[in-house]
């Protein structure tokens, strides 16, 4: 008997179109996430990426087109197998108050548990190893209020993190953090891309997303007008075209990432 | 023979031998939990849970005690026992069993299926305000009730036509506060709004009817435990069978819906499905509950409120609001009926005695958690 092939967790967004309220945000867009890859979308505010991450997400009915994840629509998938499956964290997150980042975290368990299987080895496993990839260990009995804003985003990573999805959709993860605290997310994200896992950030920084990302998609009113290994789609013709702003492009000397130096409003 | 019943019992062997020689993985449970497990099936319970559980079961325990033994033929706590066993005297039997124990019965039923549906309505609207109550599911019930008790050319037993007035206020409320969404004020003004025009609807049906007919209606505009009849008691007390486990299955949803909606939906929760589960649920207890107590809801806010205060956040407190509800209902009526003796004070009234100034407080106090 052939065993059935394991999923390879591809998701796709084909002739897309997503609206909200009879506003046409999204048309006819086409994305294949590369498996096991970190995938930065960048554009300008109003742009449609944190629309479009929702949409990958399941969240959004299309109007048009569909999402697949292994070639299935995503809406016909049972909302507890995408939710195995793929794991998003949503800009403006709300917890209940109260919670600690243990508490929050093992939440990030609910779509393997059910009523007769409420605390497995593996829940408590991956509750740990989520604890110690976000560096989170010896605040896990802290309250999610008493934490800096990195640690409770840290801690909110650490969440998706154990819901244990080959799939991982993060809306601007750093957008509230200092330098610092904004590296150590890149760097917990890009380790999990090593681990297999394939995951799409929404970004606002453009620098970042050069550094961080594997593969880049830029978008602009709806529609994604580039996309590719940072390297390689990132010019100064597509930086004008994205915000309006010339610049110089210049190698990172120490990662050869590209690096725009010498900012200026186009008018 | 022997050899069949043995292969019988075999696979229950196997099974139990395999269970004792499993490798004993000790899965440490997550602070202030304890896991029971057998084989593949396991289950947390929160320490903090039990207690409050225990507790608030013992003092309902001693309040239902006392709600026995006072009032007028004033009963020992040992006289009460054995009237209830039925070896009492036979004044202190009849006094027990049959006067004081059915409007007990009456007054837990009660309590709880409000607090229960107060826990799930807010749950569901994310606000501590969305009690069926406060979001005039009360009033449609009561004033579809009051249209069956003043005879108003139809047949429906006033328990399912409270079921019709609170299935018809939630749908209105819904429908205005346009669709699925339950969040926000828009929600509770639409409520406020549907809750007053029944509310008319039921002193407007009680101007029109005779004087009498009027009088027979009454206890259903104030809530009162004195009023309740056999038929709706047993009725809300196959809804409670049925509902409150419903409401413990839903549990784990509904904590995970306080989650923002994109959270709850990622952690595998089908909202609207859930949400019309959990609306349809309120709404069946809320009006199960009118139909015997008429609109006692302030039960439906105190009864979530103390749960909550005293348990954890990590769940919704189902148990607790429903042992809180009826404890709140029980000391409610107790203190009716004794506070201006011989005359009896409703319930509804006490309730909202109480209740109001505790919604102010809920509105006034430096918010812990703003909901």
């Not at chain 1, 997400?57 to 507890?80: E, N, W």
């Not at chain 1, 529609?223 to 390689?232: D, L, V």
């Not at chain 2, 490798?23 to 039990?50: C, F, K, M, N, T």
Request: proline residues 6%; neutral net charge.
């Amino acid at each position: 008997m052939n065993a059935p092939a394991p999923p390879a967790n591809l998701l796709q967004a084909s002739e897309l179109r997503l609206a909200h309220g009879g506003t046409t945000i999204i048309e006819n867009l086409a994305l294949t996430l590369p498996p096991g890859r970190v995938t930065a979308i960048v554009g300008p505010n109003g742009c449609g990426k944190s629309t479009l991450l929702a949409g990958l997400a399941r969240l959004h009915a299309p109007g048009g087109g569909a999402v697949l994840l292994d070639g299935t629509d995503v809406q016909r998938l049972p909302t507890r197998e995408m939710a195995r499956r793929l794991a998003l964290l949503p800009q403006e997150a709300g917890a209940p108050e109260g919670l600690t980042v243990g508490d929050l975290v093992r939440f990030g368990r609910q779509p393997h548990q059910g009523w007769l299987r409420q605390w497995s080895s593996d829940d408590r496993r991956a509750v740990d190893e989520a604890l110690s990839a976000a560096g989170l260990e010896a605040l896990a009995e802290r309250p999610l209020e008493s934490l800096s804003g990195g640690q409770r985003q840290r801690a909110w990573i650490a969440m998706t993190i154990a819901q244990q999805t080959p799939l991982l959709l993060l809306d601007e993860p750093t957008s509230a953090l200092d330098l610092g605290h904004q590296l150590e997310v890149f760097e917990l994200v890009c380790r999990l891309a090593t681990r297999g896992r394939t995951i799409a950030v929404v970004l606002h920084d453009l620098a970042s997303a050069c550094r961080y990302a594997d593969y880049l998609v830029a978008m602009r009113d709806g529609a994604i007008i580039a996309q590719g290994p940072p390297a390689e789609v990132v010019t100064e013709t597509l930086v004008a075209e994205l915000y309006g702003v010339a610049c110089t492009l210049i190698h990172d000397p120490a990662s050869g990432a590209p690096l725009l130096t010498d900012l200026r409003r186009l008018s | 023979m022997n050899m069949e019943s043995l292969e019988r019992f075999t696979p229950w062997r196997s099974i139990l031998a395999e269970a004792r020689t499993a490798p004993a993985e000790d899965v440490l449970p997550p602070l202030g939990h304890w896991r029971l497990a057998v084989g593949d099936i396991s289950l947390l319970v929160e320490r903090r849970a039990l207690w409050v559980g225990a507790l608030l079961l013992l003092a309902l325990l001693v309040v239902s005690l006392a709600y026995l033994a006072l009032g007028t033929g004033r009963l020992t706590p040992p006289a009460v026992w054995w009237a209830l066993v039925g070896h009492g005297d036979p004044v202190a039997t009849f006094l027990v069993q049959e006067l004081r124990l059915p409007r007990l019965v009456a007054a837990w039923l009660t309590g709880a299926a409000f607090a229960v549906a107060g826990c799930l309505m807010q749950t569901l609207a994310r606000n501590r305000l969305a009690t069926p109550s406060i979001i005039g599911i009360d009033n449609g019930a009561t004033a579809f009730a009051v249209a069956s008790v003043v005879g108003l050319g139809t047949s429906l037993a006033p328990p399912a036509m409270a079921l019709v007035g609170a299935a018809t206020a939630a749908a209105i409320t819904f429908g205005l506060a346009s669709g699925g969404d339950t969040r926000g004020y828009r929600f509770i003004v639409a409520g406020i709004g549907i809750g007053a025009v029944f509310g008319a609807v039921t002193q407007l049906l009680l101007a029109q009817v005779p004087i009498d007919s009027a009088n027979a209606a009454y206890p259903w505009t104030v809530g009162t435990l004195n009023a309740r009849s056999g038929g709706a008691i047993l009725t809300l007390a196959g809804g409670c069978a049925v509902g409150l486990p419903l409401a413990l299955v839903l549990a784990r949803s509904l904590g995970n819906m306080r989650f923002s909606d994109a959270i709850a939906q990622g952690f595998g929760v089908p909202l609207r499905r859930r949400r019309i589960q959990v609306l349809s649920l309120a709404v069946v207890l809320t009006a199960l509950a009118v139909a015997v107590a008429g609109p006692v809801g302030m039960v439906g806010l105190i009864g979530p409120e103390i749960a909550r205060s005293l348990s954890s956040s990590r769940g919704v407190p189902l148990i607790a609001s429903a042992l809180a509800g009826a404890l709140v209902m029980v000391l409610a009526d107790l203190v009716g009926r004794l506070l201006l003796a011989p005359i009896e004070l409703p319930v509804g009234i006490v309730t909202a005695i109480v209740g109001g100034p505790w919604l102010l407080w809920i509105l006034l106090r430096p918010s812990r958690n703003p909901a």
